[in-house]
């Protein structure tokens, strides 16, 4: 089901008689569970017309690497295989995806955009929407509730956005049904061949000196929805007792896929919502409330990658200690090297370097230190993005920035005051140590990467 109020009409466009629907996939990577292209397909067979779907590969996404390159192409890759399936065209070309978008859009009859969140994925759609000359509609689907149909605004915390969230779950957690494509012939356009991965990697210049990990975490949609499936059976039953010990592996590592749009939060809370796996609401809290606060963050909150997006109390607690001796400064490439005196957040730091993808408990730890080892707040910020983007194959997602800025008071209350992080939430090692077995993860870490700490 496609509720009216996932769609948004972008421009002023009319219709013409153009000789397809084009549907431009950016934030949605996948031929499943995706409210856009279904809605593509309907209007393509409301039209009698064929249907395209295209994907434009920039080299110049901000702090994406190798890593991320190799994931998004493995999920093109299969994603491609699934819409070959269904009789659709893919086409996959090197330019400015909205570029893309607007030049194939000109032999439209329709233009449908999935929906991205962050700064730079709506200036993409907003530029492109006004030179597009045919009608233009925006599909949400990597939220279970439309961004704002939760909320007119930017949400305070967890608190005030959850029964917002809650009261609108049994109207838009519906099942998306696949729709057939009737014209399965369509324009012969050029393409890259997306099966030939290492060709396209070679070709692309973008920074290589970050690792692909793809031993770790594979990239796709079919890898998703199987990961799905495991951690619905082995993991689910105990991921509210033991999700926070990061010496155990019982999140879910779903991040990566939820992040590309391989997977559907839709699809998931519903295959989660039907298992037997007992109490499920921890899991749902996370991939839906704090996901989706996150997403109303980067949506009202244009700074939502910077310092001043923090609130008011927490930038004034920070100001008013930011002068306060700190024990530890690190450089950028201390850190980035994992060369602290820390050796659990050394561990953490190098989970997230091997592996592309650091546990949970420990992101919060490791954003936490950061502030009490920069010689300003402001530092600290900076060099948590930055890393977080860089080396999280999650990264660059309203996650990111909204959990980067909880480190430092965002969505959070005033705590006790302590030196250096004022009034803003405290972690340290004694906290971590009584949660769980530090030194296991450690140990664990250690053993992963043949790691010498
Ligand atoms: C400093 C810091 C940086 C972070 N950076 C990112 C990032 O770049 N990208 C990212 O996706 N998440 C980020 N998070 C949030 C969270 O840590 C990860 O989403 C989670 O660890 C991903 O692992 P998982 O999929 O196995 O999680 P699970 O525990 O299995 O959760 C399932 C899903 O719920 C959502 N979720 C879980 N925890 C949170 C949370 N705290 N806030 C919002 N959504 C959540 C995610 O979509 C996640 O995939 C960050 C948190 C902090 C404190």
Not at 26 to 33: C, L, N
Not at 233 to 239: A, N, T
């Amino acid at each position: 089901m496609i509720h009216r109020e996932r769609l948004k009409v972008l421009n002023g466009g009319r219709h013409s008689g153009g000789g397809y629907v084009l549907y431009w996939m950016q934030a949605s990577q996948r031929a499943e569970y995706n409210h856009a292209l279904e809605f593509a397909v309907r209007e393509a067979n409301k039209a009698q017309l064929p249907l395209l779907v295209c994907f434009g590969i920039t080299e110049r996404y901000p702090n994406a690497n190798l890593r991320h390159y190799r994931f998004m192409l493995e999920g093109l890759k299969q994603t491609a295989a699934r819409l070959k399936e269904r009789g659709i065209n893919f086409i996959v070309r090197k330019k400015s995806p909205e570029k893309l978008a607007v030049e194939l859009s000109a032999d439209a009859a329709l233009t449908v955009f999935d929906a991205g969140y962050l700064p730079l994925q709506r200036k993409w759609r907003k530029d492109a929407a006004v030179l597009i000359k045919t009608p233009v509609i925006q599909v949400e689907s990597n939220v279970i509730v439309p961004v704002e149909s939760v909320s007119g605004q930017e949400e305070y915390a967890a608190y005030t956005i959850r029964g917002k969230i809650r009261r609108a779950l049994d109207y838009f957690m519906q099942p998306l049904e696949p729709h057939d494509l009737k014209i399965r012939s369509g324009p012969d356009k050029e393409s890259i061949d997306i099966n030939k991965t290492e060709k396209i990697l070679a070709s692309l210049a973008v920074d290589k000196t970050v690792a692909a990990c793809e031993n770790y975490h594979p990239g796709g949609a079919d890898t998703a929805r199987k990961r799905l499936e495991l951690f619905i059976c082995e993991k689910l039953p105990d991921y509210s007792a033991r999700r926070n010990d990061p010496a155990l592996d019982f999140q879910s590592g779903l991040s990566p896929y939820l992040h590309f749009g391989q997977l559907s939060p839709l699809e998931t809370a519903l295959k989660v919502k039907k298992s037997d796996a007992g109490d499920t609401a921890d899991f749902l809290e996370e991939l839906i409330v704090r996901r989706e606060l996150a997403v109303n963050f980067a949506f009202y909150n244009a700074a939502c990658r910077d310092y001043s997006a923090l609130p008011p109390w927490a930038k004034a607690t920070l100001r008013e200690h930011s002068k306060d001796r700190r024990e530890y400064i690190y450089s950028l490439a201390e850190l980035e090297q994992a060369a602290t005196h820390d050796p659990y957040w050394n561990a953490a730091q190098t989970e997230m370097l091997q592996s592309g993808k650091m546990h949970g408990y420990m992101r919060m730890y490791w954003g936490k230190m950061l502030l009490q080892w920069s010689a300003t707040p402001e530092t600290a910020f900076q060099h948590a993005l930055l890393l977080n983007d860089k080396y999280e194959l999650d990264g660059r997602d309203p996650n990111g920035c909204a959990g980067i800025a909880w480190c430092f008071g965002k969505h959070d209350r005033p705590w006790p005051e302590h030196k250096i992080t004022g009034k803003v939430r405290l972690m340290n090692q004694n906290g971590l140590k009584r949660k769980f077995d530090a030194d296991k993860y450690v140990e664990k870490i250690r053993g992963d990467a043949g790691m010498v700490a």
